[in-house]
Nanobody
Framework: QVQLVESGGGLVQPGASLRLSCVAS????????MGWFRQAPGKEREFVSV????????TYAASVKGRFTISRDNAKNMVYLQMNSLKPEDTAVYFC???????????????WGQGTQVTVSS
């Protein structure tokens, strides 16, 4: 069993940066790929980024590539999402999730956090 808790969301202006954090409880954190997803009002949950258990491999959605960076610290059971050059269309609830597969689809994730709101507005 893995429990995930996100933090770091907030209200920022376009062009600003935020760093989201997700702490995991439970053992064997490094065996899980960790993903970030987001869901805007009235829209389906969408993939943002994933990092492998070792941290050696990452993948990003086209909409965030070059602006967002995912990382993890297995010693601290933490995963991060550094978000730069934020745009209004990045506004959403952001979720971290854990999977035994390096996956970009939400149905392959077994554990989810409760989400943290990110609002980008002037």
């Amino acid at each position: 069993q893995v429990q995930l808790v996100e933090s770091g969301g907030g209200l920022v202006q376009p062009g600003a940066s935020l760093r989201l954090s997700c702490v995991a409880s439970g053992r064997s954190f490094s065996r899980y790929a960790m993903g970030w997803f987001r869901q805007a009002p009235g829209k389906e949950r969408e993939f943002v980024s994933v990092i492998s258990g070792s941290g050696a491999s990452t993948t990003y959605a086209a909409s965030v590539k070059g602006r967002f960076t995912i990382s993890r610290d297995n010693a601290k059971n933490m995963v991060y999402l550094q978000m730069n050059s934020l745009k209004p269309e990045d506004t959403a609830v952001y979720f971290c999730a854990a999977s035994t597969q390096f996956a970009t689809t939400s149905r392959r994730y077994d554990y989810w956090g409760q989400g943290t709101q990110v609002t980008v507005s002037s």
